[in-house]
């Protein structure tokens, strides 16, 4: 492992929860992680792991019934739960930004490319020279690999991957420290996928931030990140660099997902995980995965298993590492 | 004296296109296919949006009248078919589609979805019997029945929720299962389990399926040959070893590079890079589909579209690239080797 600088986000304890009237649902629960300067971190999990509501959470955009009951979120000093409304919203774009899921949904289909661009700009830095705003999202869809003529284009006008390529340009234009990825590419083919994200990893190398990758896609995942978390139930079950987790992996979850993934390079039947994942209304007492894991001790079913580093930079929250 | 169960002439279906409407869309264009009736097998038919495939697949369900071309069951024309085979091909021919959520009325218990087709089809003759065939039918897809029977869709996961649908086709005895990216909004560690089904289906059951899919990797799980279609055309098809392990065509040699494949040691390939146009849908008249994508294009891909030529031992690719030239012999494949190793 490299020396270990700064961590531009350090995650402690974080705990998001949504108040149903059967109780709270304990979708993240208690996860802690860190990603580095320059690094691709990424986070898998199938539905209703927590991924995506752990995204919402670091740019606070968690909504009621949810709600962030505990942790902390530091992005390079600044605690982002303690800010107020209005300043977290300047550090929105301009220090964090997303690219949401569906992000091409997410597009005004009245308003010029241009215009939704120029938008991001001017709401963060006040109003620009037309010529200086003009330049600005010119440079920006060359960034993305689009003509310039996109600029003056409607959304509709666009194929799916152009637009993915217009939030990613918006995502980009403030020079953010941190990039959210949730599923950018999930309604994509796969060459159009390759394509843009491909051109997202371009961009975050040459604005030198960091990226955060979401996504169930673990063959994506593999291409994409460099260190990754593996949530399972709200919970982080392991963390590691992609061969870690991939080629060694510990945790008996993300072993049975990456033994149950079709590739295209093996035919040999692929196992099944048996059982399915828990209601997080009542989640199992000790390890969550104890009700469909093949290993499971008697200590499972009732104590719950900490993330503890067991190799140089590999985490896992198994029984089965614990020293005796 | 059959000796197809499911044969496809030259199928076509053009969207628009009337008297007053130049917006025409040829969504399928001359697709023959043919399944045995005596051995099954699970047909993949792959591709991107806008490929084609899921029209094909609402033409062989009966959904949607071809523009020409003829689809026969077990000999016969599907729309000049006698009223009582038409029934009997509505029950042996059945569909299984990508949104298990869509596919349920959310008032209804699941149990109504067996109710209706035991009813429509007189599965069974007594409420007794019907509950048996039911429970056998979710046996099958290793399914409990009192954890499913008497719940309400929403009480129930993707996952269970596709695999009542398999149960609900299983039900019905059908001889072919049209399958509609039964699996891409299912999780991944359910995937197997459902794909796992399948096959088992058949084996067992003698069931042939028709795997529709932008999906290659799960394609390559089960199926026993493959299609690869772009904007309506196909591109190359044969058996699945040969396409996904020796991709001849351009195109299917970019759609296989470009999966994300799980292992960080097999990355892709160099940098793809698609102009805008590309990623528009663009409808070349005359040549060549792929010809505006293809790192080979030549003059005569301009011209007429390529017909499909043998490169394998139950492999054809459309691409002129495998034209065999008088006197050249095998120039191609040296070609086609140089090709590869620039890499897709």
Same mark, same amino acid.
């Given at each position: ?14 705990? $998001? ?221 392991? $963390? ?55 290993? $499971? ?28 | 004296?059959?000796? @197809? ?43 991107? @949006? ?18 020409? #071309? ?57 409420? @007794? ?27 129930? @996961? ?111 390939? #160099? ?74």
């Amino acid at each position: 492992m490299i020396a270990r600088s700064t961590p531009v986000l350090e995650v402690k304890d974080l705990r $998001v929860y949504y108040w149903t009237s059967r109780g709270p649902v304990r979708a993240v629960d208690g996860i802690s992680f860190t990603v580095n300067r320059k690094e691709r971190f990424g986070l898998v999990g199938e539905s209703g792991c927590g991924k995506s509501t752990t995204a919402m959470a670091l740019l606070r955009l968690i909504k009621p019934p949810g709600s962030i009951e505990g942790g902390q979120i530091t992005l390079n000093g600044l605690d982002i739960i303690q800010l107020g409304k209005e300043e977290m919203r300047e550090i929105r774009w301009s220090r964090i930004s997303l690219i949401p899921q569906g992000a091409m949904n997410s597009l005004n289909p009245v308003m010029r490319i241009r215009d939704q661009i120029a938008d991001v700009i001017t709401t963060h830095e006040g109003v620009l020279p037309k010529k200086e705003l003009e330049a600005r999202v010119k440079e920006l869809l060359n960034m993305v690999e689009l003509p310039g003529k996109v600029a003056d284009m409607y959304p509709h006008e666009l194929s799916g991957g152009m637009k993915q390529r217009v939030c990613i340009a918006m995502a980009t234009a403030l020079d953010p420290q941190l990039i959210i990825a949730d599923e950018p590419t999930s309604a994509l083919d796969v060459v159009v996928q390759r394509a843009v994200m491909q051109t997202l990893m371009g961009v975050q190398e040459r604005l030198e931030s960091s990226l955060i990758f979401i996504g169930h896609d673990m063959g994506l995942a593999a291409q994409v990140v460099g260190r990754l978390g593996v949530m399972y139930a709200g919970k982080l079950v392991e $963390v590691g660099n992609v061969r870690q987790v991939y080629k060694a992996s510990l945790h008996p979850y993300t072993q049975l997902l990456i033994s149950s993934l079709p590739s295209p390079r093996d035919k040999r039947k692929k196992k099944e995980i048996p059982g399915l994942p828990p209601t997080l209304l009542d989640p199992p007492p000790g390890c969550r995965f104890h009700p469909r894991c093949p290993q $499971v001790m008697d200590h499972c079913r009732h104590q719950e298993p900490e993330l503890r580093e067991v190799q140089s930079g590999h985490l896992v929250a198994c029984h089965l590492y614990d020293e005796r | 004296m059959q000796s @197809s169960l499911l044969e496809i002439r030259d199928l076509t279906k053009i969207y628009g296109g009337g008297l007053f409407n130049r917006d025409r869309t040829v969504a399928l264009e001359g697709f023959s296919f043919t399944i045995p009736s005596d051995h099954p097998r699970i047909t993949t038919i792959a591709g991107e @949006s806008g490929s084609g495939k899921t029209t094909l697949a609402n033409l062989i369900l009966g959904f949607l009248t071809p523009t020409s #071309g003829e689809i026969l069951y077990k000999g016969k024309n599907i729309w000049e078919m006698p009223k009582q085979e038409w029934f009997t091909f509505r029950r042996e021919v059945q569909g299984i589609f990508q949104d298990p959520y869509g596919t349920y009325n959310p008032f209804y218990k699941v149990d109504n979805v067996f109710d209706m087709v035991i009813r429509k089809f007189k599965l069974a003759r007594s409420r @007794s019997e019907a509950r048996r065939i039911t429970e056998e039918a979710l046996a099958v897809v290793g399914l409990q029945p009192d954890e499913i029977l008497g719940k309400y869709p929403h009480q129930l @996961s993707g996952g269970q929720r596709q695999r009542i649908m398999v149960a609900r086709a299983f039900l019905l005895k059908p001889r072919l299962i049209v399958a509609d990216e039964p699996v891409s909004m299912i999780d991944a560690s359910l995937q197997v389990r459902i794909l796992n089904i399948l096959q088992r289906l058949k084996e067992e059951f003698s069931i042939s399926f028709l795997y529709i899919t932008h999906d290659l990797s799960t394609a390559y799980q089960i199926s026993d040959d493959i299609f690869i279609l772009y904007q309506g055309s196909v591109m190359e098809k044969g058996d699945i070893d040969g396409v996904m392990q020796n991709p001849r065509h351009p195109y299917t040699q970019l759609l296989v590079s470009s999966i994300p494949v799980p292992d960080p040691d097999v990355g892709w390939e #160099g940098d793809l890079k698609l102009s805008s146009e590309d990623e528009m849908r663009t409808d070349t008249t005359g040549g060549c589909k792929f010809h505006r994508r293809c790192p080979h294009v030549m003059e005569i891909c301009l011209k007429s579209p390529p017909p499909l030529y043998k490169v394998g031992q139950n492999q054809y690719a459309s691409c002129y690239l495998y034209e065999e030239k008088k006197g050249s012999g095998n120039l191609w494949r040296t070609d086609y080797d140089k090709m590869s190793q620039q890499g897709g």
